[in-house]
């Protein structure tokens, strides 16, 4: 599987981004697909989750009520709708995809077995 991450840009404080991730196929047993970030000189961090099948999604606190993640089955996309963005939002975003990946461990990144390339978002206060 192959992830292609695009939708980074350059955008101001309080403005939105939609980031796209494409899958190249859907493996059988995938079970999620989540968005992390990496900001320079920090480590690589959760942003938001959602289960293959049943939708459920999880997501940080950080971002709670101003990113939405989605998915569309048919195409092997998940999407990331960034809303009421800020600085601290600068950073590398990827897209993951991994299987039999339980609610525990949702959120780890060592969970995921297949990476996208990474997108850069900024935002400029």
């Known amino acids: 599987v192959q992830l292609q991450a695009s939708g980074g840009g350059l955008v101001q404080s309080g403005g939105s981004l939609r980031l796209s991730c494409a899958a190249s196929a859907r493996t059988f047993s995938t079970s999620a697909m989540a968005w992390f970030r990496q900001a320079p000189g920090k480590e690589r961090e959760f942003v938001a989750a959602?289960?293959?099948?049943?939708?459920?999604?999880s997501y940080a606190d950080s971002v709670k009520g101003r990113f939405t993640i989605s998915r569309d089955r048919a195409k092997n996309g998940v999407y990331l709708q960034m809303n009421s963005l800020k600085p601290e939002d600068t950073a590398v975003y990827y897209c993951?995809?991994?299987?039999?990946?339980?609610?525990?461990?949702?959120?780890?990144?060592?969970?995921?077995?297949?990476w996208g390339q990474g997108t850069l978002v900024t935002v400029s206060s």
């Open positions: 993951a995809a991994g299987s039999f990946i339980i609610l525990s461990t949702i959120r780890v990144p060592s969970s995921y077995g297949y």
């Open positions: 959602i289960r293959w099948s049943g939708g459920t999604t």
